[in-house]
């Protein structure tokens, strides 16, 4: 394990590293964590649905007479530059920065176990180019990749969704290949094998399981980092396309008007400050609550 | 020593992975930079004869041979977009030189930043016994990490540039012109990129200082009759401090590749900048230079990290 | 002969001037009128002193030849000038040249040069350098001609050190507005000097950040400029420029929106005028839908021009119909009427009930068009059409819009210049640069037949039936000329709008 870890010691398994909590003190505490996460997330998670259903007012339409009005009892968050109700748009950019974190955790996470699954257990040459494809993609900076495949592929729901999917492949990839190369010699593994399993029986039936924990907390990060990645691309403005609302766009639309409407921009940024809140409250609580059990 | 040279090895083909990789993206991104550079009124004559001279109509492998021969002589090429005089454009070289002092300076008063910051709280954090304190400081810190960086720039810019005005958002001032100046207006985007990275960097010491807290040599040291704070400051961070130095040489080379959204919202001319304008306007060779030193910086600091932590960690050696 | 011209030209500035009050006036709803001159501040002119003015883009090229960009010329119109210059009233005045003469048969054109007239570093001008630098623009030296309309120029004679002869292949009564194009030294070729006559001079130029220019010693007009220094700086955004603005760090700004103009109002001095660019919703008239008439039509009944002058434009801007500029004397205005009940019928006769999709590509880095798209996207709506809009960077919108005609719709300005012609040379169904695909015989035909002619009213009229011919076929949905708005410190007076695209620093003091 350790030889694993000085072997390539890059970002990622640091921040692995940084997470591992070492105290098992305070349930009580851990429980705080997990609960207020949960009950964010789970606030968040209704009111995506929500948004999706039913907005107070049509999150585009516009209006000459209420541009900019603070926010008040018939606009809560107020209305921006174009007198749209911000609220409204919030709750739709909370779907659609919804629905981008879980498309692309979902892409980054399948093809990155897979990857990271094969290339784990059998080593080898393969390990060694694709890891070396993993080291070159860990030196560009994740948001230049995103702006690079944006900028071929052209911007959109879609493409962000893509774009974002491809740039997770190798974190995950990173963290369930340590996983499997700790496992496979585990003697659950090669008593498998004695007992002739087969190597993709090995690797998804018996190694995948022991695999879970880590790769659930993983995919909690994996979700609030996508959150920051959709609105980082978007206040970049090669995200979401408008007029449809992202967190993101608003705040980069936001920004020009900081003087005469600072709420347009707090709204939408205490938004995501929230959402993300949420998902790393769960991920500290899941993670304290699971050393707290293996100890 | 053999590590050395492996690790070597592997660097040099990673090295070169990125160098064709950054070679290649520019090849599948649409766009003609002859075309992005004549305009709207350019004929296809003009368009024609200005691919020639950039050298675009020649086969792909040749023109990363040539590319890459000029990079190991150090002739990084000439910008498509700017210009140096009538009849000259301007070399890559100057160009990334003049804004790369901006890219730096952001970086090194980040990381004094984070240095001054993350270092004391971390102890106090990770020496504390106060469950209340280590409570509030979590929960700031989960905060902390959760505020994006644009957004965190847009509230200091309100903040401090609207409310206080104690600086100008988006009146950079150039080194060139009035040093302190420039220095004050800095300070303000190293603060947007320090805040996050100060949490981080205290909890990964506070993290650290626990586990070796735990360790046999602690409790001999407390066994011996030492206090808790000699135990904590002659004991523990020596040790503790280790795996934080290799942290904090990671940020560096991470904020070093350019904070390209904090450049975008506080206005300030660094390579982050220019590599995003460079890409719109399709000026490869700036942009191809740009990836390549981001990338190679990041995977070389990577690379010394990783022998400074097998040669001040022995116990890396154990297995 | 040049007689005619003066008239022509002398008929386009009374009518601009005009546009110009009347912009003015017809601008600031909320009661605070900003004058349509900036000037307003009396007071003695101060020689000297040193202005900051706030510039939205990177200098596309520092070759006056070269440079395409608005944002570009706008600047080095400070440091090059022509044998001839425009002036605010968008007439041509003599610069380099002292006067002009123009042969009956319109196709010699004999200039004298200016007594004494140097360049910046004091070197004087001489008739290799005018001659060196017209065949440059012409494409007399290499074949390529770098400005397109002076192409006609088969030769340039010397005549005498201060004599020189520009001889034309075929006649045509606007090349004396591309002969402003810029003087630089032969030598330049050489050396790369970026040298002109204007009234100031290149310091430095420090990409995406800004350009520093200082005093020309030589220039030609007594007691011009009164600036020692001027800075054109490259600021990040709109807004960063209002703090600019009001933290004293720029003194001018001309780009202002709306809702920063009123808030400004108090504290600068506000100045407002039309543009010379015609902003719309271009369609791809060769691709289906499109390619019907009346899908066309129904677009323009659709959609609603007033209320986009209102949220974009705080209503300063003016409305119009066709691809010209208020301002001109063939001007024609025209329009579709808002009318979604008419639009749904249209486009039910040509066979789309229900509506149908469409992609508006837009320039991102036009906040206005960006905008503008926006409230398009929801005036579609109402007549069952659903729009989504693509933003592209400029350089992918040249490729595959402008130069590709891979779209179906975009929100773009396209600028004209000093000549009416420019805004409808591009609708012949062979120009290069017809990216929206219009084609009507009628409409090359006529164009044809103006584009030789001498006759002014004949030119004027042939105009305005070509103007009512795009209005008719709806050849794309012509919305809005944008305002020009200003903000400038209260202690500066001088500054002139021009018809054209430039800030003149020339004019520019300081009262105390």
């Not at chain 2, 020649?58 to 000439?78: A, Q």
């Not at chain 3, 504290?267 to 691709?287: E, K, P, T």
Request: with cysteine.
């Amino acid at each position: 394990m350790k030889k694993v870890k000085s072997e390539s010691r890059t970002k990622g398994q640091i921040s692995d590293a940084m997470n591992k909590k070492s105290n098992k003190k305070g349930s009580k505490r851990t429980n705080a964590y997990f609960i207020s996460g949960a009950v964010i997330t789970i606030a968040f998670v209704v009111l995506m649905l929500v948004g999706l259903i039913h907005t107070p007012y049509d999150p585009n339409a516009m209006s000459g007479a209420e541009k900019f009005s603070s926010p008040s009892l018939s606009h809560i968050m107020g209305t921006d530059n174009f007198g749209r109700d911000i609220f409204s748009r919030v709750l739709k950019g909370i779907s659609m920065t919804g629905l981008v974190a879980v498309s692309t955790v979902a892409i980054g996470g399948s093809i990155g176990t897979i990857v990271g699954a094969i290339t784990g257990y059998y080593g080898g040459i393969v390990d060694e180019i694709v890891m070396r494809i993993n080291d070159a993609l860990n030196g560009f900076p994740s948001i230049l990749i995103a702006l690079i495949i944006v900028s071929i592929i052209g911007p959109g729901k879609y493409n962000v969704i893509l774009a974002l999917g491809i740039l997770f492949i190798p974190s995950f990839a990173r963290i369930v290949r340590s996983e499997y190369i700790s496992l496979k010699e585990r003697d659950f593994v090669k008593s498998a094998r004695l007992m002739g399993a087969g190597d993709m029986r090995i690797i998804f039936r018996h190694i995948f399981p022991n695999v879970r924990s880590t790769l659930f907390v993983t995919i909690t990060i994996g979700f609030n980092n996508a959150v920051l990645a959709e609105a980082g691309l978007s206040y970049l403005g090669i995200g979401i396309q408008p007029p449809d609302a992202s967190l993101g766009n608003m705040l980069s639309d936001a920004q020009s008007y900081l003087f005469t409407a600072p709420w347009y921009a707090i709204m939408p940024g205490m938004t995501i400050v929230l959402f993300v809140l949420g998902f790393s409250l769960l991920a500290e609580g899941i993670r304290i609550k699971d050393e707290g059990e293996n100890d | 020593m053999k590590y050395i040279i492996k690790k070597l090895l592997t660097l040099i083909l990673t090295l070169f992975f990125i160098s064709v990789l950054v070679f290649l993206i520019f090849q599948v991104i649409p766009g003609d930079p002859a075309l992005s550079i004549l305009g709207t009124e350019a004929t296809d004559e003009q368009v024609e004869a200005l691919r020639e001279q950039l050298g675009l109509n020649d086969p792909m492998p040749k023109r990363y041979f040539n590319w890459l021969t000029g990079v190991l002589t150090g002739d990084l090429g000439k910008s498509y977009r700017y210009q140096e005089s009538l009849n000259e454009q301007m070399a890559v070289s100057r160009l990334i030189a003049g804004k790369l002092p901006v890219t730096l300076t952001l970086a090194g008063l980040s990381l004094l930043l984070i240095i001054i910051f993350s270092i004391p709280i971390g102890i106090l954090w990770g020496g504390t016994k106060s469950r209340a304190l280590d409570g509030v400081l979590n929960v700031l810190s989960q905060f902390t990490m959760s505020v994006p960086s644009f957004f965190l720039g847009i509230i200091i810019i309100y903040v401090f540039g609207l409310i206080m005005r104690w600086f100008t958002p988006g009146g950079y001032v150039s080194y060139r012109e009035d040093f302190w100046g420039y220095i004050r207006y800095m300070l303000f985007p190293a603060i947007t990129v320090a805040v996050p990275k100060v949490a981080m960097t205290a909890k990964f010491l506070r993290n650290s200082i626990i586990t070796q807290l735990k360790s046999d040599y602690v409790r001999t040291a407390y066994s011996k009759g030492a206090r808790r704070f000699r135990v904590l400051f002659v004991h523990v961070l020596k040790n503790a401090m280790i795996p934080v130095v290799t942290f904090i040489g990671i940020i560096a080379a991470e904020i070093a590749a350019g904070s390209i959204v904090v450049e975008q919202v506080f206005g300030l001319p660094g390579i982050g900048r220019l590599l995003v304008s460079s890409i719109s306007t399709r000026d490869y060779p700036v942009v191809q230079a740009l990836m390549l030193y981001i990338v190679s910086a990041v995977v070389i600091v990577y690379f010394v990290v990783d022998i400074l932590y097998r040669y001040i960690d022995p116990r890396v050696e154990e297995q | 002969m040049k007689n005619f011209f003066k008239r022509l030209s002398l008929g386009c500035v009374v009518v601009m001037v005009l546009s110009v009050a009347l912009t003015g006036c017809a601008g600031g709803k909320k009661g605070e009128n900003p004058s349509d001159s900036v000037s307003e501040t009396t007071g003695t002119a101060v020689s000297g002193g040193e202005v900051v003015v706030g510039i939205q883009q990177d200098i596309d090229s520092l070759d006056p030849h070269l440079a395409t960009a608005a944002g570009t010329k706008e600047v080095l119109f400070n440091i090059f000038e022509g044998l001839v210059v425009s002036d605010e009233n968008g007439n041509v005045t003599p610069a380099v040249a002292k006067d002009y003469t123009i042969s009956d048969d319109g196709l010699t054109y004999t200039f004298k040069l200016r007594d004494g007239i140097k360049f910046s570093d004091g070197t004087p001008v001489t008739a290799e350098d005018v001659k060196y630098s017209i065949e440059r623009c012409s494409g007399l030296l290499d074949g390529t001609p770098l400005v397109k309309a002076l192409s006609i120029v088969s030769g340039v004679e010397i005549v005498d050190q201060s004599t020189i002869n520009i001889v034309l292949s075929e006649a045509n009564s606007e090349i004396i507005y591309y002969l402003t194009a810029e003087i630089i030294p032969a030598s330049s070729s050489e050396t790369g000097d970026i040298i002109g006559t204007g009234p100031f001079k290149l310091d430095s130029y420090v990409p995406q950040e800004g350009v520093v220019l200082s005093r020309n010693e030589y220039y030609w007009q007594d007691g011009l400029p009164y600036l020692d220094n001027v800075t054109f700086k490259i600021v990040a955004s709109a807004e960063s420029a209002m703090m600019e603005l009001q933290a004293g760090s720029i003194d001018i700004y001309p780009y202002l929106t709306d809702d920063q103009a009123n808030e400004l109002a108090a504290n600068f001095n506000i100045g407002s005028n039309g543009s010379n660019v015609v902003q719309g919703l271009y369609l791809n008239n060769a691709v289906a839908p499109f390619d019907d008439v009346r899908v066309r039509q129904a677009l323009s009944y659709a959609i609603d021009r007033d209320a986009i002058n209102d949220f974009i434009f705080g209503g300063r801007g003016t409305v119009i119909g066709t691809s010209m500029v208020p301002g001109y004397e063939c001007y024609v205005d025209t329009g579709y009427e808002h009318d979604v009940a008419k639009a749904k019928e249209l486009l039910a006769d040509a066979g789309y009930p229900d509506g149908f999709k469409m992609e508006i590509t837009v320039p991102s880095n036009y906040q206005m068009h960006v905008d503008t798209a926006q409230v398009i996207v929801e005036q579609l709506k109402e007549a069952g059409i659903t729009a989504t809009i693509k933003k592209v960077d400029w350089s992918t919108w040249l490729d595959d819009v402008y130069k590709g005609r891979n779209f179906e719709t975009t929100v773009c300005g396209i600028a004209g210049s000093l000549t009416p012609s420019y805004l409808l040379v591009r609708y012949q169904s062979t120009a290069k640069n017809n990216f929206v695909g219009y084609s009507n015989e009628n409409f090359d035909t006529l164009y044809t037949k103006i584009s030789t002619s001498l006759d002014s009213t004949e030119i004027t009229e042939g105009y305005r039936q070509l103007q009512i011919m795009l209005h008719d076929d709806a050849a794309s949905v012509y919305t809005v000329v944008p305002p020009v708005l200003i903000a400038m410190n209260k202690k500066l007076a001088g500054y002139k709008f021009y018809p054209i695209y430039v800030q003149d620093m020339k004019s520019v003091y300081w009262t105390e």
